[in-house]
């Protein structure tokens, strides 16, 4: 519970400006009685002093009051914002708040954050990566602006604009039996020690693509990030399956690795841009929103790569 009031805000503030009961009376059109009787009441709630009165000499600020007055004057501008709805509409249409699932960001973040940055001069742009379920709570709560994601695990509360559709790739080392294969089935790799990643939806999202062929794979290894798989993979520790896939054939120890598109059809999985339908959209976000999806076009039709 608040135990002051915006007025005795202005008051304290108000008589701090003054430097005198008199002075601030007049500003704030009230009687110095009232406006003492307010000033006691403040010390009395805060249990600190704020200024030091005595007949016939200028009034004088204590230490503490002299960091609540700085403090007062803050909360109080903000106030005022908050009672001009404009100021705080320009405000939330000058800002896009950008959320990338982590496994994209590394393909896609910086290219955007460029391309927003030259279409939309002087809008504060944003980013932060995150997973899928971190994505979706803060796109609902209205934190995040749009997302670059992977069309998974979001309900009928989001929009989604298709961006693309990528293959998964197997990872092998190169020495492994089916390194020299140009293309595989998960059906091929379904009785090899897979290594997958640890983040829930996406290990659910692989695990399910082997279960509708009626395959059941063994999880050898959960990891949190590509490098680890690679090299894992590299060394013969099992097949490791992502979307992404980095333009080497180098693990980071330099170990080689083998990446090797997977063709099943039901196992390619859509980019999509989502925001959650609650959300209200802004002129700025529905430009970003626009800018992105032309890029993504504009990389296709020249026959770039999703990832």
């Known amino acids: 519970m608040l135990h002051l009031t915006l ?9 701090a ?8 009376a007049t500003t704030l059109n009230v009687s110095q009685p009232s406006l003492s009787v307010a000033l006691g009441q403040v010390e009395d709630t805060l249990g600190e002093k704020l200024f030091i009165r005595s007949k016939g000499a200028p009034l004088r600020m204590t230490m503490f009051a002299n960091l609540f007055v700085a403090e007062a004057e803050t909360l109080l501008a903000m106030a005022r914002r908050l009672e001009d709805p404009a100021t705080i509409q320009r405000a939330v249409n000058g800002t896009v708040v950008l959320g990338c699932f982590e496994d994209l960001a590394a393909y896609h973040l910086a290219p955007i954050l460029r391309l927003l940055r030259k279409t939309l001069p002087g809008v504060e742009i944003i980013w932060k990566i995150a997973d899928f379920e971190t994505l979706a709570r803060e796109m609902r709560e209205g934190r995040i602006s749009l997302s670059l994601t992977y069309d998974l695990g979001l309900d009928s509360g989001f929009n989604r ?8 790739h197997a990872f092998v080392a190169a020495d492994h039996p089916l390194a020299d294969r140009p293309t595989l089935a998960l059906k091929e790799i379904a ?3 897979l290594i997958l990643f640890e983040e829930m939806l996406s290990n659910r999202h692989t695990l399910q693509l082997f279960r509708n062929q009626g395959l059941s794979p063994t999880v050898a290894h ?29 693990s980071y120890d330099g170990a080689k690795v083998r990446a090797i598109p997977i063709t099943d059809r039901s196992a390619r999985e859509s980019i999509i841009l989502a925001r959650a339908v609650a959300a209200p ?5 529905k430009a970003a929103t626009a800018a992105i999806a032309a890029m993504f076009t504009d990389r296709q039709a020249s026959g770039g790569s999703a990832l």
């Open 191 to 193: 009785t090899e020690p």
């Open 161 to 168: 604009i298709a961006l693309s559709a990528v293959a998964p």
């Open 17 to 24: 400006r003054a430097g005198s009961l008199s002075g601030a």
């Open 7 to 15: 007025r005795q805000l202005e008051y304290v503030v108000t008589v």
């Open 222 to 250: 959960r990891v949190r990030s590509l490098e680890i798989m690679r090299s894992l993979a590299a060394y013969r520790e099992g097949v490791g399956i992502s979307y992404g896939c980095p333009p080497t054939d180098r």
């Open 281 to 285: 959209t802004s002129s700025v976000v």
